[in-house]
């Protein structure tokens, strides 16, 4: 098998598995017991508290564990709205955000709250110009992702975190692609909430983190024990808390090194596909994307029928077109860079690790040289576009 769908998620790596396995089995108190034994449950999600705030240069009281990106999305929004004793409420996200954060703000303008979606240009960045632009007084909160799960583009965080902090707005960014994978920093940056997910540095499944800067009012989201200096209820999850942290300090410890190699597979994939496959269209910002990104809409193929055969070769990718849902709507990323839907329908990603070789590398273009050949002899579009070529 050639696993290239790592955006979607990671296999957990040896060392978060080894540091989680005792508090499974011998150490399962729950840290919020008042006895010895759950002594330490509450130090290892101490300890892991420490190793993931070093990542983003915060302090480990302003790190706050949840069950993933998706719920720390939530708690930012909504959170945030909350907390603001404006008369009226704003905010301002991206038009490639992740569903977590797209449908949060939906959730919140069928409550009254006005979103401004600002849109990206055709590499999928975001113009800090026009998000300062459409600061209004009622504005709470900007949300701009750090970087894109399809696309891979890097967005410009320190540009935007420095006009909303200008104007007095919260600045949250969605880093649940990027915590572990590229340099960020949350004092740099001007980041007042942060949202990331063990799943997606070789972490666990099902936990994640809200940073919240000192300072920053946020309204519960889940409503219930006194855990997490009573901003968070729920029984902690300890071995994913102690996964998600062994992963970061792994991933922090690697990062330049990973960076290094993941980046040079990634740019030897897209430099075999534009060389020696035509009509591919690579997606996503050139230069200024993550390290383990690939993204190609390949015209007169339809996405889904192009992972069947790559499937069956044993290489795991994934489309931008949205068949999980059962909607036959291209990607809303796509389309915001401004590809038309047919052309939105070919798309392939290719997400990489560390372990992801040249040589997988290779075999997976070797094979999209067979698959994308034999699915263009079977469209009528292509053979139409290529009688008027002739
Ligand atoms: N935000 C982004 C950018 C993502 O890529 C994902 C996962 O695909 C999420 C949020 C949701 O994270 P989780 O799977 O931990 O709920």
């Known amino acids: ?17 080894e540091a989680m396995r005792p508090y499974m089995m011998e150490q399962y108190a729950n840290a919020a017991g008042t006895y010895s034994f759950a002594a330490a449950s509450s130090e290892a999600i101490e300890k892991a508290r420490a190793q993931v705030a070093s990542v983003i240069g915060a302090r480990s009281s302003e790190i706050f564990f949840t069950s993933g990106g998706t719920e720390s999305d939530n708690w930012a929004l909504k959170g945030a709205v909350l907390a603001s004793t404006k008369p009226k409420k704003h905010i301002i996200i991206s038009a490639i955000e992740h569903h977590a954060i797209l449908h949060s703000a939906q959730a919140l303008e069928r409550q009254g709250v006005e979103v401004t979606v600002m849109p990206v240009d055709a590499d999928g960045l975001v113009d800090p110009a026009a998000v300062e632009a459409a600061i209004r007084p009622e504005t709470v909160l900007i949300s701009i992702m750090a970087a894109n799960n399809e696309i ?15 104007h007095g707005v919260l600045f949250h960014t969605d880093a649940v692609q990027a915590f572990g994978h590229i340099p960020l920093d949350v004092e740099r940056m001007h980041i007042d909430l942060l949202s990331a997910s063990a799943h997606k540095f070789h972490g666990p499944k099902g936990v994640g983190l809200l940073y919240i800067r000192k300072g920053v009012k946020l309204g519960v989201f889940m409503d219930g ?9 729920g029984t902690s999850n300890v071995p994913g808390i102690v996964g998600m942290g062994a992963a970061a300090e792994q991933a922090r410890a690697q990062m330049e090194a990973v960076i290094a190699s993941e980046s040079a597979v990634r740019d030897h994939l897209i430099e075999r596909i534009e060389k020696e496959i035509p009509y591919a269209k690579l997606n996503g910002h050139r230069t200024n994307r993550l390290p383990g990104n690939v993204n190609f809409c390949f015209r007169f ?34 389309l915001a860079i401004g590809l038309p839907h047919e052309i939105a329908h070919g798309s392939l990603r290719l997400s990489l690790s560390e372990e992801t070789t040249m040589e997988e590398a290779d075999k997976v273009v070797d094979s999209l040289k067979v698959i994308i050949p034999r699915l263009r002899s079977m469209s009528p579009l292509y053979e139409d576009f290529v009688r008027h070529q002739q």
């Open 152 to 166: 891979g583009t890097i967005e410009p965080l320190e540009a935007i975190g420095e006009i909303a902090h200008r």
């Open 301 to 334: 193929i339809e996405g889904e029928s192009m992972l069947m055969l790559l499937d069956a070769e044993g290489i795991c990718a994934s489309s931008g077109s949205a068949c999980t849902s059962g909607s036959l709507d291209p990607s809303h990323v796509l």
């Open 225 to 233: 024990g006194a855990q997490e200096k009573k901003r968070r209820a």
């Open 1 to 17: 098998m050639i696993y290239m769908d790592n955006a979607a998620t990671t296999r957990l790596s040896e060392r978060a598995f």
